[in-house]
């Protein structure tokens, strides 16, 4: 299984970026996917996740900090996730990586079954 993160980068705050995370070797649509990132000297934390479509029921989730400036989506047809991250702030400068878990506890970063490289979003104030 592969999780392969793209699209990271340096962007000035009040900007935007889409990460991308193509998925290989698992049966992507049964699979949530997540997303997490690491700041320097800070914990893993949980940004947001997509149900898979096989479950009943279709719902994504985010933390608190990001709700309505990111967006979680995901294109079976390419087994791939994206998050569309706008009106960045310097807080949100991390590692991102994605994840893929057929948990229902999203959030939870040891439900995951497997994890991405990670990239870096560095958001420049």
């Known amino acids: 299984v592969q999780l392969q993160a793209s699209g990271g980068g340096l962007v000035q705050a009040g900007g935007s970026l889409r990460l991308s995370c193509a998925a290989s070797g698992l049966t992507f649509r049964n699979y949530a996917m997540g997303w997490f990132r690491q700041a320097p000297g800070k914990e893993r934390e949980f940004v947001t996740a997509i149900s898979a479509p096989s479950w009943s029921g279709y719902s994504t989730l985010y933390t608190t900090s990001v709700k309505g400036r990111f967006t979680i989506s995901r294109d079976n047809a390419k087994n791939t996730v994206y998050l569309q991250m706008d009106s960045l702030k310097s807080e949100d400068t991390a590692v991102y990586y994605c994840?893929?878990?057929?948990?229902?506890?999203?959030?939870?970063?040891?439900?995951?079954?497997?994890w991405g490289q990670g990239t870096l979003v560095t958001v420049s104030s």
């Open positions: 994840a893929a878990t057929t948990s229902d506890e999203l959030n939870s970063g040891t439900g995951y079954d497997y």
